[in-house]
């Protein structure tokens, strides 16, 4: 039997983004809960939501600059967009998910996400949670699971060689433990500090970027690696280095990096500029997120209940402490998830 449904809940919203997100987000008691679809076609599911987990993605496209941000995601808002919950109520259409089943999966950039208690998602980017797999760890999964995955198994196969620009993030410590699983060497860019984790994660080889310049350590290596992704955007000069690093048939992915006008107009220069004046020769792909993401989850989860992949939920937060979690996300020195509880079942 469905459980009822209130009319309002607790959200945390941000209505600008002086000062960064974070300064800025208010929990308010009253917020209406999100409504279904009306359009026939729409499969929708109206989620309880138990845990969110959050991304640089979350606060990067708020804070866009020339007011870029509000229009990609109107405010008031509540940020977050990965979050495993309880299903409450489906569009009539949906087949593949029932009331009361426990699911995992992302929206697109919208003005109600997961830092709220009840989110409306689309059916197709959820996926059922897998026997003996934690809330928590599923929520990490959606954003930085997808894009590891889709970054690295359609451009590898086993025994090809593959270098993670920042191996010890979110995006990172899902694409060390993905490679591994289809059969790549693994070479990632880290601290010091975090090189342990990295190497425990499956990491064959590390180059500590405090200590080397990564372009040349990848240099010396020759041309080897079939696969270069790029989770931070930095050295800017990665993707043209990957010539005398990548294989004459490697491929480069950029994922990470500053959002900003200049950092934009990088990309497209990179993206566009020949080799003969100054751009690299392999291939370059900027990274959106793509293809059947309900199919990519499910693979996602049913992985990390076969014990291939386990995701590293750093620190859970609670709902109380969004704007904490904000903080230590905007510190860039996580190495692993951050989790928020959004309703005690979530703990």
Not at 95 to 121: H, K, L, S
Not at 151 to 176: E, M
Request: proline share 6%; with cysteine.
């Amino acid at each position: 039997m469905a459980s009822e449904i209130p009319p309002t809940m607790r959200a945390w919203q941000y209505s600008q983004t002086t000062g960064g997100l974070e300064q800025n987000l208010v929990l308010k008691d009253h917020v209406p809960v999100p409504t279904l679809s009306p359009r026939v076609g729409d499969k929708e599911l109206l989620i309880e939501v138990l845990s969110a987990s959050i991304n640089p993605s979350d606060y990067k496209i708020a804070e866009l600059p020339l007011n870029l941000g509000r229009a990609v995601v109107r405010t008031p808002a509540t940020p977050a967009w990965d979050f495993c919950g309880r299903v409450v109520k489906t569009t009539n259409i949906v087949d593949n998910f029932r009331v009361g089943e426990i699911v995992f999966g992302r929206q697109a950039p919208t003005q109600q996400g997961a830092c709220g208690q009840y989110i409306v998602a689309s059916a197709n980017a959820c996926a059922s949670l897998p026997s003996g797999v934690d809330v928590d760890e599923a929520a990490s999964l959606p954003c930085a699971g997808l894009t590891a995955y889709q970054t690295i198994a359609p451009n590898v196969k086993p025994g090809d060689k593959v270098f993670l620009n920042g191996g010890s993030g979110g995006v990172g410590s899902f694409g060390i433990q993905i490679a591994k699983a289809l059969g790549c060497h693994v070479t990632v860019s880290c601290s010091a500090a975090k090189a342990e984790q990295c190497k425990a994660l499956g990491a064959d080889d590390i180059i500590d970027y405090t200590a080397v310049d990564v372009c040349q350590a990848l240099k010396e290596r020759g041309q080897v690696f079939k696969l270069s992704v790029d989770n931070v955007g930095l050295p800017a000069e990665l993707y043209k280095a990957g010539d005398d690093y990548l294989l004459p048939d490697g491929k480069f992915v950029q994922v990470g990096g500053p959002v900003s006008l200049a950092a934009l107009s990088s990309t497209m220069s990179r993206l566009f500029r020949p080799s003969f004046l100054g751009g690299g020769k392999r291939k370059f792909q900027l990274y959106t997120l793509m293809g059947d993401q309900h199919q990519d989850l499910a693979i996602l989860g049913q992985m990390v209940a076969e014990g291939k992949i386990k995701p590293v939920v750093e620190h859970g937060y609670d709902f109380e402490d969004v704007p904490t979690a904000f903080r230590d996300l905007r510190k860039g020195k996580t190495h692993g998830k951050l989790v928020i509880h959004v309703s005690e079942k979530g703990a």
